[in-house]
C-alpha cells in the first residue's frame, strides 16, 4: 500500500511517500530556515507563501524518487493542526485537490499524533500502552497511550516549550536560529556549570520560562557564554528525563517514546539511555532526522489509521490550536 503525506505545519514543507507504513521511499523536507532567520522565528506570511512554491515540485519529486506514479497512491494522509492555519492549509488543499482527482481516500493527521508516530515508524515493537515524552517547539507534553489513538495528556508546560525555551536562550547569547542545534554545538564547548535553577511545577507539569529569566539574569554578569549554553541545556534535560522517567513508573509503564525536535537533542538521548535503564524503562527515539517535523511521521500515523478505518471528508478544515486527537 502506498500512502503520500503532507505536512506543512510551520516553516517546513514535507512530502513523503511510504510503503505498508513503514518503509520510506521518499522523505522530502524543504526547510525555510533561510528565510525566517533574520527575524529570529517564523514568519507566518512568508511561509505560507513559500509552501505555495514548494508543494507541487516536491509531490512531483516525491514520486519520482519513489519509483511511483500518483495513480499507484493509495491513501494520502496530511497534517490538519495545530500550527500556522496559512500553512496548513496549503497542504491540506493540495491533499483534498489531490484525493478528489485521484478519487482516493484521505486522512487529517493531528500533527502532534504524528510525532509520537514518527517512534513507531521506525520500531515496530512499540505499541501501547507506552508513555510519550513531545518536546517541540510549541508543545512539551507527557501522554499516556494506553490504546491506539488514545491520547492521556498526564503533563505539560505551563509557560514556553523546551524547543520555544531553547529558541529564546539562542537568541540572548546570538547564536542563530533554530536555537536547538545551535545551543547543543556552542554548549560542547562549555566547561562550567552554572547550577541553574531546575522549575519542578507539581505532578508532571513543566515550566521553562524562569530558567530564560536566569540566563538572561547569568548574561548581566562576567560568564563564559558557551557553559551558560551547556548550564542551560543541563537544567532542560535534567527536567525532562527526572519526569518523564517519574511518570512511567508512578503510571507502571516500561516503554518511553521521545520524539519532537528537542529529542534530536544529542545530550537528551544520552542522559535518558543513561537513567531509564535503572528502573527497566526502554527508551525509544526516532533517528534524527525523524525528531524534527517530516511527513514520514504523518505518512505512518495515516497508516495505522487507514487501517483501523478512519477516513477524512472534504469538509475537514485546518486548526490552529487542537488538542490529541481521541478516537
Ligand atoms: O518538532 P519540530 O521540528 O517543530 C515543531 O513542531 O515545533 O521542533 C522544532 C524545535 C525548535 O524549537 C528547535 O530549536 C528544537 O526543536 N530543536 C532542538 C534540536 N533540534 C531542534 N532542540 C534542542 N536540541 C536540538 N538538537
Ligand atoms: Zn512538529
Do not use: W
Not at 15 to 31: P, R, T, Y
Not at 283 to 304: E, Q
Amino acid at each position: 500500500m502506498y500512502i503520500l503525506a503532507i505536512d506543512t505545519s510551520c516553516d517546513d514543507t514535507s512530502v513523503a511517500i511510504l510503503k505498508d507504513g513503514h518503509n520510506i521511499l521518499s522523505n522530502l523536507v524543504s526547510s525555510q530556515h533561510d528565510i525566517h532567520e533574520r527575524f529570529g522565528g517564523v514568519v507566518p506570511e512568508l511561509a505560507s507563501r513559500r509552501h505555495l512554491e514548494n508543494i507541487i515540485p516536491m509531490i512531483k519529486l516525491a514520486l519520482k524518487e519513489a519509483k511511483i506514479e500518483s495513480k499507484d497512491i493509495d491513501v494520502i494522509g496530511v497534517t490538519y493542526g495545530p500550527g500556522l492555519v496559512g500553512s496548513l492549509l496549503v497542504g491540506l488543499m493540495t491533499a483534498k485537490g489531490l484525493a478528489y482527482s485521484l478519487r482516493k481516500p484521505f486522512i487529517g493527521i493531528n500533527h502532534m499524533e504524528g510525532h509520537i508516530f514518527s517512534a513507531i515508524l521506525e520500531h515496530r515493537e512499540l505499541y501501547p500502552p507506552f508513555m510519550a515524552l513531545v518536546v517541540s517547539g510549541g508543545h512539551t507534553d507527557l501522554v499516556l497511550v494506553r490504546r491506539y489513538f488514545s491520547y492521556e495528556v498526564i503533563g505539560s508546560t505551563r509557560d514556553d516549550a523546551a524547543g520555544e525555551a531553547f529558541d529564546k536562550v539562542a537568541r540572548l547569547l546570538d547564536i542563530g536560529y533554530p536555537g536547538g542545534p545551535a545551543i547543543e554545538r556552542f554548549a560542547r564547548l562549555g566547561k562550567i556549570d552554572y547550577n541553574l535553577p531546575r522549575a519542578i511545577p507539581e505532578g508532571y507539569d513543566f515550566s521553562f520560562s524562569g530558567l530564560k529569566t536566569a540566563v538572561s539574569r547569568l548574561l548581566k554578569g562576567e560568564v563564559d557564554l558557551p557553559s551558560v549554553a551547556y548550564s542551560f541545556q543541563e537544567a532542560v534535560v535534567d527536567v525532562l528525563v527526572d519526569k518523564s522517567l517519574k511518570a512511567c513508573i508512578n503510571y507502571k509503564i516500561n516503554k518511553l517514546a521521545v520524539s519532537g525536535g528537542v529529542a534530536a537533542n544529542k545530550r537528551l538521548r544520552e542522559r535518558f539511555l543513561e537513567e531509564a535503564p535503572k528502573y527497566g524503562i526502554k527508551i525509544y527515539f526516532p533517528s534524527l532526522s525523524m525528531c524534527t517535523d517530516n511527513a514520514s511521521m504523518i505518512a505512518c500515523a495515516t497508516y495505522y489509521r487507514y487501517l483501523a478505518g478512519y477516513r477524512s471528508d472534504f469538509t475537514l478544515n485546518a486548526e490552529s490550536y487542537c488538542s490529541y486527537p481521541n478516537g
